[in-house]
């Protein structure tokens, strides 16, 4: 596991309100009463210097801040693109996916609940226990718990997708206003990732280790599996070709699910049906994501054979198929992507080994790259 340098500690000294925010980022990680670092793993709350119920506006999270699951510790981090963590907040163990509400509250998946957390003041404000028993809190790739989580558009339910090691996981169902589970829904094994349709009428989990789809109708919570094998079923649990992450494609309302960066799979959740279309990055596939204008990005984490498959990359794929690869060092997990566009920020944290602490941080147009760190194995991500 590689381990990216601190940024620098600065001198404590009386600082402008336009250099607030760069003096916090400097000083996560440093000693003292400054941010907790990236990456607290000790059972206290991280140490502030300032009331976060009160922080006056300047110190209150900016737009386009980070915000990283860190898989490998019990916290999210709050990560400047430019110049790395700005502190870190404790949620729970092994934190796994997280969703952000229009009124910029963070929804996290942790192994043994779901943490809310307040991202304009750094704070976390509940935690909504499972009510599926998934085993005790641990960490690793086999880890139960929560995995995919998503918000229903009008920010009224929360849906995280549950790990039970050895057996089928459930999607449970959070009242974000009672902030408590009112419902639960048998989904397939592993579910990795939960979406919901543009209308809310359909919430989707992913569920990696049964190859399908469990399609649930919000209304009557009643699940639909649909199995999603483009490469069969052979091999079962050990089988590396099965799906991990899908994305709702903004204009017809299908899912969109990338394979080994040789397939993408269609999927229309409606008939079930779907159809194949080439993909180009020929890698071991996991994070997607769509933005509005139906440009999907997918996280390629490397090869499966290196012999025969390709290095980690990220693919940008136009609503028109066309592909632009982006190669990456190192495997990968997630992606975001900045409010204009331009900007894609891919996380190292990886579900398996080879896992690094930071985010790659891609233009678009340019192609250039760079590290920075962010946390202690980050996966899930989100821009506020």
Known sequence: MTRLPRLPCLPRVALSAGAALLAASALAGCGGSGPASAGTTGTT????????????????????????????????????????????????????????????????????????????TRERVDRVPYETESGPATTGEYRGGGMGIALSPDGDHAYVGVNVPDGNGTLEVIDTEKREVTDTVPVGRRPFDVDVSKDGGEVYATNHDSFDVTVVRADSLKPRRIEVAPYGTEGGLGSWLKPHYAAVRPSDGNLLLPFEGEKLVVLDPRTGESVIEPMTANTHQHGAQITDDGTLFAVGTGPIDPSSDKGPSLTMRTKDGREKVFPLEGPHEDVAVSGDGRTAYVTGGFTRDGFWNGITVIDLESADTRRLPAGERPLGIAVL
């Open 45 to 120: 709350e991280p140490s502030r210097n300032t009331s976060t119920a009160t922080l006056p506006d300047r110190q209150r999270t900016p737009e386009g801040t980070l915000l990283v699951a860190d898989f490998g510790s019990d916290t999210v981090t709050f990560v400047d693109p430019e110049r790395g963590p700005i502190e870190s907040v404790r949620v729970g163990k092994a934190p796994y996916g997280l969703t952000v509400g229009e009124d910029g509250r963070a929804w996290v998946a942790t192994a043994d609940a779901v943490a809310v957390v307040d991202t304009r």
